[in-house]
């Protein structure tokens, strides 16, 4: 069995150890929830602080220019593209992920149609994140199209000619199963079909090659594994082969070409800068921007490769613990296999537990200071406590006492408590 001293000797020679310093957790808190709201980096405030006493504050209207604001949303994905295969000038950080999916699903519903006009389906994962169902499901109801869930063994099969569009997340919210990305979208594109990919637990977390993989459309997330702060700035991609094919639908004028000819007729911008509509937040995007420095610095000591091993390494020994001193107390929902899965790890209580308790044991242990979730489960699928853990500020010695954390509410019982039992608004 791997010791307590293991542990400590790895986090003693671990490459990425001084990365730590660069996030600001508070003490006695033990985190595995960065695949949800990814924490704070201790640059971000004076970031933000700037932004708004001086640039805002004092600079006023000529920091759109002064300081750059017009462009930092192509600034940021820049520094996303490394992250996820992507090309300088292929990212821009801007909206939501749900927004980003409407205007993505919609470019590649236009651009498949184009190529092959009886195509007319959507083809997604039924335990796909919820809010990438809807958005499908509201673009298909208005085009007249069809959503079509399947499991994810059905996935090869439902590729039929009917099928335009292939989107799934790369990694799942629920389980930390992670798809073949390569596979899956050459399998996409020998059906006739292009790939559009929701990188929302993938991006910053396992390494990603949007172009090896040569996908179609990406989006993805900047508040989970890159840190940008609640409800920062998602991302879109685009393979250049497609940018420039359509206009995407919500065509405001910060996607024009020219915003500040104000001139009526619209001319989308050519390359990515299309995929904007509005105007930008911009103290959001310079948390975003600030955030991302993260994986600049983490590139000094191998970059996302290093970061994936350490965090297969901490799954691996979180896994071996909770077998080993909560024994026939959960069955391991997330893959075992290191291709198979993302950064997170979910379990779901045994019959030895009474049925039920999944909610109260994460929310014994976050009063313990060992921070994951809980995610409901129904007829399909069970109830899962999901820890999802970053490398680049977590160690061997946190997943240690994680899982000391855990023996003990089983063994104390504190899922039967009431406090732990009530239900909060957010889970
Ligand atoms: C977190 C997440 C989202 C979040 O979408 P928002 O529009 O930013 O709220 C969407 N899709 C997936 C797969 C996610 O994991």
């Known amino acids: 069995m791997t010791t307590l001293l293991d542990c400590q000797q790895w986090d003693a020679q671990d490459p990425l150890r001084a990365l730590r310093d660069l996030f600001d957790l508070p003490q006695g808190v033990i985190y595995l929830d960065g ?20 640039e805002w504050g004092r600079d006023l209207i000529q920091s759109w220019n002064s300081a750059g604001w ?29 927004t980003n999916l409407y205007k993505v699903l919609s470019a590649a519903l236009h651009v498949a149609a184009q190529d092959a006009p009886g195509r007319r389906t959507i083809v997604s994962e039924r335990s796909n994140f919820p809010t990438d169902l809807y958005i499908a499901e509201a673009l298909c109801k208005e085009r007249g ?131 904007q509509c509005g105007t930008q937040p911009i103290v959001s995007l310079s948390a975003l921007d600030c955030a991302l420095d993260v994986f600049a610095e983490a590139e000094r000591f191998g970059g996302m490769a290093a970061l994936r091993a350490k965090s297969l390494a901490l799954t691996d020994v979180f896994i071996e613990w909770v077998g080993q001193l909560c024994p026939g107390a959960f069955t391991l929902v997330t893959p075992r296999e290191h291709a198979q899965r993302g950064s997170q790890v979910c379990l779901t209580p045994t019959e030895q537990l009474p049925a039920g308790s999944a909610y109260a044991i994460v929310q014994a242990l976050i009063a313990r200071g060992v921070v994951g979730d809980f995610r409901a489960g129904d007829a399909a699928q069970p109830d899962i406590l999901r820890f999802g853990f970053t490398p680049l500020y977590l160690s061997h010695e946190n997943v240690w006492q994680a899982v000391q954390a855990l023996r003990e509410v089983l063994l104390n019982q504190e899922y039967a408590l009431p406090q732990f039992n009530r239900k909060l608004a957010v889970t």
């Open 35 to 54: 695949n949800s709201l990814g924490a704070l980096p201790r640059a971000v405030p004076a970031r933000v602080a700037q932004v708004v006493a001086e």
């Open 70 to 98: 017009f462009d930092l949303p192509r600034r940021v994905g820049d520094k996303i593209a490394p992250l996820i295969g992507a090309g300088a000038g292929e990212v821009v950080a801007t909206d939501t992920t749900s």
């Open 145 to 275: 199209c069809t959503l079509k869930l399947v499991e994810p063994h059905e996935i090869a099969a439902s590729l039929g000619a009917d099928v335009a569009v292939l989107m799934l997340t790369h990694v799942n919210y629920r389980t930390g199963a992670m798809h073949d990305m390569a596979a899956v979208t050459a399998a996409a594109h020998a059906a006739g079909a292009l790939m559009v990919w929701d990188l929302a637990h993938s991006a910053g977390a396992v390494p990603v090659d949007l172009t090896g993989a040569d996908a179609d459309y990406a989006v993805g997330c900047g508040y989970k594994y890159l840190n940008g702060g609640p409800g920062a700035p998602a991302f879109v991609w685009a393979h250049p082969r497609h940018v420039d094919r359509f206009w995407q639908p919500l065509a405001g004028w910060w996607g024009h070409a020219a915003p500040f000819a104000f001139i009526p007729g619209y001319q989308p911008a050519a390359g990515i800068a299309r995929f």
